[in-house]
């Protein structure tokens, strides 16, 4: 602990330069981890396999299933113990005869379900939006098939490791004197990465980044769709012009992308938005295509939806199998994130099944008595018609009440507004329930540095 505090105090002394040289040395250590090894041969393969049939896909993700379970009962002790009885040399694997097992069992076995030692994996932590964080290991040839798959993704819109790119992720690089010198970023020069800090969001400091941006004039924006989206309204608003055909595409992570997130990034941007879905423990890709369908990804995993009665449906929660976390095996994961699977086809070429949305963490919905789940979309729908109004959070402690926070324009906010907003939620949460308005300064970020809309601390009382 000491290691690390000192590490942080010599950082925040030495200039801005030796500052972002320190992030350039960090990177290319992080680098060799993701595009050594393999990652070549694995690029290649997922541009080869592009077009694949849908019966090769399948073929592919069958034969990686079984490998993987196979794999995992013999090198893991929790799935040797807990796959006893489920699993015979001379029978074909079954998934739906497997359990599932979900974050508080992984989190509390983790030692077991390890299939290599902390110090020849690569560690992983999860953000820990609950308060309970999670610590995963990876295997390098999966971290590097990882980032070839994602790389694959995003090189189909342009994107190559150098090209310049402005990044909005949960890194604490700041010092004080960057805060008071509205320096909210640092930049990696030898590969063109701009980090920019997603904890210093807020009204007062929105220029300096739109300044900044317009600057370094980055190909390619990647990370919390909530932080940059604060940017891009607070430049609409304030009528600021971003010029056409710097941004060539936004790729956002780790948060779902409302309609409202994804309309005012490409309005401001003028750059189309290309979502992907994955997680920090591993979890299987959905990739979004360039006629803005998301697919999943079957050489990534295999993927379950499941309704209340853990039966198959088209709408429900998400079951993962990932066959990229070799270190730490995940097999029937219940990752905690709804979804809704379509049965269109699409012709971008890419024929994996597609996927209508992603409805978010399980957890990120508002519940009432009268209507039921109200999830993300439609919480985030309520600023349809409504000016004013920044950024707002809801807090449910009571099933019969909610309290909304909100960051307002002073300039646009009334009662009108404030009525107009009232309105929207009672379209959704009905009539009977409290509904209690804050005004606040400043809305805190979680300490990954994301943005939540939903807090539902009542999930315990809610009988599915």
Same mark, same amino acid.
């Given at each position: ?20 040289? +320190? ?30 049939? +849908? ?81 995963? +290991? ?9 980032? =070839? ?16 790119? =402005? ?64 940017? =891009? ?37 003028? =750059? ?193």
């Amino acid at each position: 602990m000491n290691r690390i505090l000192n590490k942080e105090y010599l950082y925040q002394l030495l200039p801005l330069q030796l500052q972002n040289f +320190l992030i350039t040395l960090y990177n290319i250590k992080s680098y060799r981890e993701r595009y050594g090894g393999k990652y070549t041969y694995y690029r290649q393969l997922f541009k080869n396999n592009n077009n694949l049939s +849908l019966a090769e896909l399948q073929n592919i993700q069958q034969e990686r299933f079984s490998r993987f379970v196979t794999t995992a009962v013999q090198y893991s002790n929790f799935y040797s113990k807990l796959y006893d009885g489920y699993l015979y040399a001379d029978k074909q694997i079954n998934i739906k005869e497997l359990p599932i097992i979900n974050k508080e069992t992984l989190r509390n076995y983790i030692k077991e379900v390890y299939t290599i030692d902390k110090s020849r994996g690569i560690v992983s932590k999860t953000g820990g939006t609950t308060g309970k964080s999670l610590e995963v +290991l990876f295997t390098s040839d999966n971290m590097q098939e990882r980032f =070839a798959m994602l790389d694959n993704f995003r090189s189909k819109f342009g994107y190559e490791l150098g090209k310049k790119t =402005a990044w909005f992720s949960g890194k604490k690089l700041l010092t004080p004197k960057d805060i008071h010198k509205n320096r909210f970023w640092k930049t990696d020069f030898y590969y063109k990465v701009r980090y920019y800090s997603t904890f210093h969001i807020k009204e007062d400091y929105l220029k300096y980044y739109i300044q900044n941006l317009l600057n370094f004039k980055p190909e390619y924006l990647v990370g919390f769709p909530s932080s940059i989206y604060e940017i =891009a309204r607070y430049g609409l608003d304030h009528k600021i012009e971003f010029p056409t055909g710097i941004v060539k595409a936004i790729f956002p992570t780790a948060e779902t992308v409302t309609l409202e997130t994804r309309n005012t990034l490409k309005l401001f941007f003028k =750059a189309d938005v290309f979502d992907q879905y994955a997680s920090s423990e591993g979890a299987p890709f959905i990739f979004e295509c360039q006629n803005h369908n998301l697919h999943l990804e079957f050489q990534s995993g295999l993927f379950e939806v499941l309704d209340n009665n853990n039966e198959y449906s088209n709408v429900g929660k998400l079951i993962v199998t990932s066959f990229t976390t070799e270190g730490t095996p995940l097999i029937r994961y219940d990752i905690g994130d709804d979804v809704e699977l379509s049965e269109d086809v699409c012709n971008c070429g890419n024929n994996n099944p597609l996927v209508k949305q992603i409805l978010g963490r399980i957890d990120d919905y508002v519940y009432s008595p009268e209507n039921g789940k109200i999830n993300l979309g439609n919480v985030s729908n309520t600023l349809k018609d409504v000016k004013g109004i920044i950024k707002f959070q809801v807090l449910q402690n009571e099933l019969n009440k909610l309290e909304i926070l909100q960051v307002i324009d002073k300039k646009l906010y009334s009662k009108d507004v404030e009525e107009k907003f009232i309105s929207n939620w009672r379209d959704r949460v009905g009539k009977r329930m409290e509904i209690e308005l804050k005004i606040v300064e400043e809305i805190p970020l979680e300490n990954s540095g994301k943005f939540r809309i939903v807090k539902n601390n009542i999930k315990h009382f809610i009988v599915s």
